[in-house]
Nanobody, 115 residues
Framework: QVQLVESGGGLVQAGGSLRLSCAASGFMSSINSMGWYRQAPGKQRELVAAITRGSITNYGDSVKGRFTISRENAKNTLYLQMNSLKPEDTAVYYC?????????WGKGTLVTVFS
């Protein structure tokens, strides 16, 4: 089992920045990749960014060049640095961890961007 706890969400003005954190615990050796997803009201959950065990990253088209995913293995922590935020970035952001046969999810942290 793996537990994921997100933090760092909040209210920010358009153009501002936030950094999300995801503290992971449990059987981390089973995890192949981790990532951030988001879900806005009335929309499907979508990939924001992901990073593999080998540090290969992948970003959703809407956040490329603005968001950066990183991980600190010694602390079992995943980060998402979000810059140049836009109102359309408003969503609940979820931390995700992928094992071979199982997906783990945090409960989410709300990011609200106002103009």
């Amino acid at each position: 089992q793996v537990q994921l706890v997100e933090s760092g969400g909040g209210l920010v003005q358009a153009g501002g920045s936030l950094r999300l954190s995801c503290a992971a615990s449990g059987f981390m050796s089973s995890i192949n990749s981790m990532g951030w997803y988001r879900q806005a009201p009335g929309k499907q959950r979508e990939l924001v960014a992901a990073i593999t065990r080998g540090s290969i990253t992948n970003y959703g088209d809407s956040v490329k060049g603005r968001f950066t995913i990183s991980r600190e293995n010694a602390k079992n922590t995943l980060y998402l640095q979000m810059n140049s935020l836009k109102p359309e970035d408003t969503a609940v952001y979820y931390c995700n961890a992928e094992a071979i046969k199982t997906s783990y999810w945090g409960k989410g942290t709300l990011v609200t961007v106002f103009s």
